[in-house]
């Protein structure tokens, strides 16, 4: 990794995702602006859950949309006999799993999460407006509200907990990125000042380099990566001399204070990049990606929020989506499997990783063999047996929703009176395990995700 490039991420100039816009529907509610946060002082924060729970949270968008048949493959055979799909789907590698996963796409790691109760299931995430553009979902629902209020959900969090001095300036990578992390997640422009340094995100990549471990070249000279090597960084004083030169020449406190904590900082990367693990990651991107967020977590209780891109080429599969969903899935619910177990080898009971993304898509495949956006997704929430209870079965009943069969759509849709939420409860469930009473102020109205109104538990143990 680059130093321009880690320097970048640790100022929070995160990598955007890339993905193409889509052209928004006639029937989508159009954007409604951008708007500061409500008064911190409103926000009810409870100091006593925040140390209790002391929650570490991975929060991994799936930016363009994973389909529902990953955690829901249970209508496959009904849209088969009915003929109701414009491809067909095939006879083989679409097996069910006991709970309804799709066993071929990384379902029989889901199945050993949920056996081990490290896995909630929610298959009735629904977005009632039917908004299905890339761009307004990916920035509401990582902002956590319909309301236009311009911060990220981890922003906002840490906003909170800014305000109610809940986390030590001497607290360091409160906030990771890996490989960038997630922008909208990580928006800042919704308060009269940005967080303070200590807070701002800091990001790693995926193989967890260390920009600051110096090297020394065949001639003894510094190898400063981007940069020649030059005798004047080798003479006597050049660490205090390019102090000052940073001090001098630098307007950003988070650039400085990076730079001058370099130390600090690559001896953490060393003995954490080094430190031997319980668990063997699998050696693929998301594998690298998960294992190097649990070397942070697992040996810095300071960090408090990890951002991921989950699915490494996106989900906006329109074309050949079974073999793309299936290979991707597979690789994510891989990497996750190991870091849960992982966590449990070091009695990490707060650890949670939560995943969401776009929006789900329709059940049947296009003419060209792929997936269009759909409303109703599934959201997987892994880990944190300290402060959520499991449940013995995924939540929310599902239906077919034939009624846009002739748009080459159909959907998945809560059944009648089923237990379902919208996407902004996921950001109020996140507030609400950090101690935050009414995050609701922050959602714009949506609480937490909560069953119990359906004769079940609470996700969230009181």
């Known amino acids: 990794m680059r130093r321009r490039d880690f320097l970048k991420g640790a100022l929070g100039s995160v990598a955007a995702t890339v993905l193409a816009p889509s052209v928004l529907r006639g029937d ?103 908004i299905q553009a890339h761009g307004i979902n990916q920035k509401r629902y990582m902002h956590g509200n319909d309301k236009g209020y311009d911060s990220g959900l981890v922003t906002t969090l840490l906003h909170v907990l800014e305000y109610y001095d809940a986390i030590s300036e001497d607290a360091k990578f409160v906030n990771v990125a890996i490989d960038g992390g997630n922008e909208r997640l990580l928006n800042d422009f919704a308060m009269p000042r940005p967080l303070r340094p200590f807070l701002r995100p800091v990001s790693f990549n995926r193989d967890f380099s260390n920009p600051y471990n110096y090297k020394i070249d065949e001639r003894d000279l510094v190898d400063l990566g981007d940069y020649s090597a030059n005798t004047i960084f080798n003479e006597a004083g050049f660490d205090g001399r390019l102090n000052a030169l940073m001090l001098k020449n630098n307007h950003y406190d988070a650039l400085s204070d990076v730079f001058n904590k370099r130390r600090e900082i690559s001896g953490f990367i060393e003995e954490r990049r080094t430190a031997a693990l319980p668990v063997a990651y699998p050696d693929t991107i998301d594998g690298r990606k998960f294992e ?46 190991a870091a849960m177990r992982h966590a449990d080898a070091i009695g990490r009971d707060n650890l949670n ?38 449940f013995d079965k995924p939540m929310g009943e599902t239906i077919l929703d034939e009624r846009y069969i002739a748009s080459h759509r159909l959907y998945s849709r809560p059944a009648e009176n089923a237990f379902q939420f919208r996407p902004y409860s996921i950001a109020a469930t996140i507030y609400a395990l950090y101690g935050i009473k009414n995050p609701e102020i922050l959602t714009g109205g949506y609480g937490v995700i909560d069953p119990s109104s359906h004769g079940f538990s609470t996700f969230l143990k009181s």
């Open 28 to 130: 989508i509610i159009p954007d409604d602006g951008t708007k500061p946060l409500p008064s911190m002082a409103d926000v009810e924060f409870d100091a006593t859950i925040f140390a209790a729970n002391d929650p570490q949270t991975i929060v991994v968008f799936l930016g363009g949309g994973m389909s529902d048949v990953l955690g829901n493959i249970q209508h496959i055979d009904q849209i088969r006999k009915e003929a109701l799909s414009y491809s067909k789907y095939p006879d083989e590698g679409l097996t069910p799993t006991a709970n309804g996963f799709w066993k071929e796409a990384g379902g029989d790691f889901l199945e050993r999460m949920f056996a081990r109760k490290e896995l909630n299931v929610f298959r009735t995430c629904y977005q009632t407006d039917r």
């Open 353 to 390: 990783i939560v995943l969401f993304g776009d929006f789900g898509r329709n059940m049947n495949l296009n003419s060209t063999g792929g997936w269009d956006h759909g409303n109703n997704q599934v959201v997987y929430w892994f880990g944190g047996k300290r402060f959520f209870n499991h």
């Open 292 to 337: 190097t967020a649990m070397r942070i977590l697992s040996g810095n209780p300071d960090t408090k929020v990890v951002t991921i891109n989950g699915g490494h080429s996106g989900w906006d599969d329109h074309s050949n989506a079974l073999p793309l969903h299936r290979a991707r899935a597979y690789e994510l619910f891989e990497a996750i499997d």
